[in-house]
C-alpha cells in the first residue's frame, strides 16, 4: 500500500484553478486518482453529488492548536475533569490497555492521553456535527489547496482506498472534518499501513472498536520512532545567563550534556539516565517552563504537528499516572500578535534572511528559531518566543 506514499510529488501538487467549480475540480481530480490506483468506478461512485463542506475554511483558520497560547490550550484539555474521566475510562479498560503495553510495548497512559486528547475518551463520537462521513470534507480541503495540499490528496485518495480496498461505505467511513478517524483519530493512510485487529473480531473498524484504535495507534507511534520505556520528557530549570540558542531540536545531545550546563529536575528530581538524547524546549520563553525533551515528544509531533498538542498529550500523560501539574507558571499575561501581525514578522525576518519558511502566519518552530537569531544579533535574550512586542521591534 506504500505506493500512494511514493508517487512523484507534482502528481499531488494539482491546485484547483481560482475559476473552478467544486464539481469541476472533482472531474479534473479523476485522473489523479486513477494514477494512485483507484478505480474510475469507486472515484465517480464517492463522489457523485458531492458537495463542498462550506464549514470547512473557517475550521482550518481557527485551530485552536495554532491560535490560543499554549496555556489556554493546555488548561482547557488537561482539564481536572478530563484527567478524572480518563483515569476511570482506562480503570474501566485496563485489562485491553495491559494486553496492548504486552503486545507492542506503548505506554498505555500515552495511548490513553492520545485518546482523551482526540474524542474525550470516545465521547465525541457520536456528535454529528464533529464526526461525519470523510470523503466530502476531504475534497473540500483539497479544492481548497491550503499549504498541507499535498498530504490532502494522499489523504483522500487513502479514503477512497479504504472503499475500494477494504469494503468500506462512503457513509461508514466517518471522522473528523480533517479526515482523521475513530477514538485515537487515526488518519486515513496511517490506517492502511498499521491496521490491527486489537480484538481479534476479524474486523478492524477504529471507529466502533477501542482494541482496533488502540491497538492501530500503538503501531503507528512505534512505526514514527516510540521507544518504550521512554520518558517523553523532563521538566527543568536553568541557570541564570543561560546561552538560549542551545534549545534546538535540530541536534539532540545526550541529558549530561545539559547538566554539565547547570540544568537541573525541577522538584529536585534526578535523571535515569543520563545518556538518553534530548533537546531544550522553551514554549513560552525565559518566564516560562522548560523542557528537556527525548525522541517520544517528536512522535507525539508526528501524530499531530501541533506542539500544543504534543505538550498536552504528554502533559495528561503523567496527570493520568498520577504526576503533578508543571511546576513553573506560565507567563499568562502575555500580549500576542493577530494573524496579520505574524504574516508581518514572517515577511521582516525573511527580509533580513533569518526566515525560510513559508509566510502564513502560524509560528512554529522555523519562526521561533527565525526570530532567536534576530535576538541574538540584537543583544536580545535569544529564548525564540514570539509575542506583540515582537511584532513592535520587528515593524520598527
Known amino acids: 500500500m506504500l505506493f500512494l506514499l511514493l508517487l512523484p510529488s507534482h502528481v499531488f501538487a494539482q491546485p484547483a484553478k481560482p475559476s473552478q467549480s467544486f464539481n469541476e475540480f472533482l472531474k479534473s481530480f479523476e485522473q489523479v486518482a486513477t494514477q494512485a490506483g483507484i478505480h474510475k468506478s469507486t472515484y ?53 490497555f495491559e494486553q496492548i503495553k504486552l503486545k507492542y510495548g506503548v505506554d498505555p497512559a500515552i495511548l490513553g492521553a492520545i485518546w482523551g486528547m482526540e474524542t474525550d475518551y470516545g465521547a465525541v463520537l457520536g456528535h454529528k456535527n464533529l464526526i461525519k462521513p470523510i470523503i466530502p470534507s476531504l475534497a473540500t480541503l483539497l479544492y481548497q489547496h491550503r499549504i498541507r495540499h499535498k498530504q490532502d490528496a494522499q489523504e483522500f485518495i487513502a479514503a477512497l ?41 476479524g474486523e478492524i473498524n477504529p471507529h466502533t472498536s477501542l482494541a482496533d484504535a488502540l491497538a492501530t495507534s500503538a503501531k503507528y507511534l512505534l512505526f ?67 523542557f528537556l525533551m527525548t525522541q517520544n515528544y517528536l512522535v507525539l509531533k508526528s501524530y499531530n504537528f501541533s506542539d500544543s498538542y504534543a505538550l498536552s498529550v504528554a502533559h495528561l500523560t503523567d496527570r493520568l499516572k498520577g504526576s503533578s501539574a508543571f511546576i513553573a507558571s506560565w507567563p499568562t499575561k502575555t500580549k500576542f500578535p493577530n494573524l496579520e501581525q505574524r504574516i508581518i514578522i514572517q515577511k521582516k525576518l525573511k527580509q533580513l534572511g533569518y526566515y525560510k519558511g513559508d509566510i502564513d502566519g502560524r509560528l512554529g518552530p522555523i519562526s521561533s528559531q527565525a526570530y532567536q537569531s534576530f535576538q541574538l544579533k540584537n543583544n536580545i535574550v535569544a529564548d525564540g518566543f514570539i509575542t506583540l512586542q515582537s511584532y513592535d521591534l520587528l515593524k520598527n
Open 224 to 290: 514514527m520512532g516510540y521507544k518504550p520505556n521512554t520518558d517523553w520528557g523532563f521538566e527543568v530549570e536553568l541557570p541564570k545567563n543561560f546561552n538560549y540558542t542551545l534549545a534546538s531540536r535540530t541536534n539532540m545531545k545526550p541529558i549530561s550534556f545539559f547538566t554539565l550546563r547547570g540544568i537541573i529536575r525541577v522538584g529536585g528530581r534526578k535523571f535515569s539516565n543520563l545518556n538518553e538524547p534530548v533537546f531544550l524546549y522553551i514554549p513560552a520563553g525565559k518566564n516560562g517552563p522548560k
Open 161 to 201: 482506498r479504504l472503499v475500494q480496498d477494504y469494503g468500506w461505505s462512503s457513509d461508514r467511513l466517518v471522522g473528523s472534518w480533517a479526515g482523521a478517524i475513530g477514538h485515537t483519530q487515526i488518519i486515513a493512510s496511517a490506517l492502511i499501513k498499521h491496521r490491527s485487529d486489537g480484538d481479534n473480531d
Open 44 to 96: 465517480q461512485r464517492a463522489t457523485k453529488n458531492l458537495s463542498i463542506d462550506r464549514s470547512i475554511p473557517n475550521l482550518v483558520r481557527s485551530q485552536p492548536e495554532f491560535t490560543t497560547p499554549i496555556w489556554t490550550y493546555m488548561a482547557k484539555r488537561v482539564s481536572k475533569s478530563r484527567i478524572t474521566r480518563g483515569r476511570i475510562a482506562m480503570s474501566k479498560n485496563s485489562k485491553l
